[in-house]
């Protein structure tokens, strides 16, 4: 018996291993679904718990949404101060071109 014959019937039969393969293969999917991702996070639902921004992140992002807010109102404001102004102006004209 030579050393091939030897090595072929200690290895395991292919009709044994390519399905075994195929069932790790489809749990270590399985596993990566529900395994904490990144700095101790843990997967977004279905599979895990929902995404928790913490608090500093979710202050900044509030910041940053209140500031926006803020620029937009005041833009707004500025300009109906100057539609109001402009409408002053030539009602002024208007009136000292009067007789």
Do not use: C, T
């Not at 291993?17 to 596993?31: T, V």
């Not at 500031?67 to 409408?87: I, P, S, T, W």
């Amino acid at each position: 018996m030579s050393l091939r014959q030897i090595a072929y019937k200690a290895s395991m039969n292919p009709r044994i291993f390519y399905p075994a393969a195929a069932l790790i293969a489809l749990l270590m999917i399985a596993l990566s679904f529900v395994w904490p991702q990144g700095l101790g996070q843990r997967s977004p639902a279905p599979f895990g718990h929902a995404i928790e921004i913490p608090d500093y992140y979710r202050m900044v992002k509030e910041r940053d949404a209140r500031r926006k807010k803020q620029a937009e109102e005041r833009a707004q404001r500025e300009k109906l101060n100057a539609v109001h102004q402009a409408a002053q102006a030539s009602a002024s004209a208007f009136a000292s071109d009067a007789p």
